[in-house]
């Protein structure tokens, strides 16, 4: 997809299922217009759930194995340039190994201004040098 070319990016419960969910949000970043909008709904989770998880196919089948602690998940958002990053919960997944696992709608802006996307682009490319 070209740079610059969408409006809006909805995505239901698949991005948990993606492993770099940073290259995710900056491939929603580079196709989405200025002032384009991305809305998630995603699982998450109250904090991390234990590592064995992450190697369990049944638990990525059911949108838990790879979901992020929200704050991290949040974060990564931020980290592709994104602003006016909202997020509210929506459903719960109950509680797995002890950590609650539960739906958030979010509801996020790439920047407007050329200045907004030059800084965007410099956090970017800096937190990709990390
Ligand atoms: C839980 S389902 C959600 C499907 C749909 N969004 C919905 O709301 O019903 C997850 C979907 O993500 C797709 N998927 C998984 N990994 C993906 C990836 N890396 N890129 C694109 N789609 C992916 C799967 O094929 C599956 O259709």
């Keep these: 997809m070209a740079d610059a070319s969408v409006d809006v990016i909805l995505s ?11 290259a995710v949000f900056a491939e929603a970043f580079r196709v989405l217009k200025p002032a384009g909008r991305l809305e998630i709904s995603d699982m998450v989770t109250a904090g991390p759930l234990p590592l064995a998880l992450r190697y369990d196919e ?18 990564l958002v931020a980290e592709a340039g994104f602003e006016e990053i909202t997020s509210r919960r929506s459903s719960s997944a109950g509680v797995i190994h002890n950590v609650p696992v539960y739906g958030i709608i979010v509801s996020a ?22």
């Design 109 to 130: 802006r790439k920047p407007t201004t050329q200045r907004s996307l030059r800084t965007a682009d410099l956090s970017a490319s800096s937190t990709a040098e990390l």
């Design 12 to 22: 239901n419960c698949v991005i948990n299922l993606c492993e770099d969910k940073g």
């Design 58 to 75: 049944s638990g990525w089948s059911s949108c838990i194995s790879g979901a992020l602690p929200e704050q991290e998940y949040l974060d």
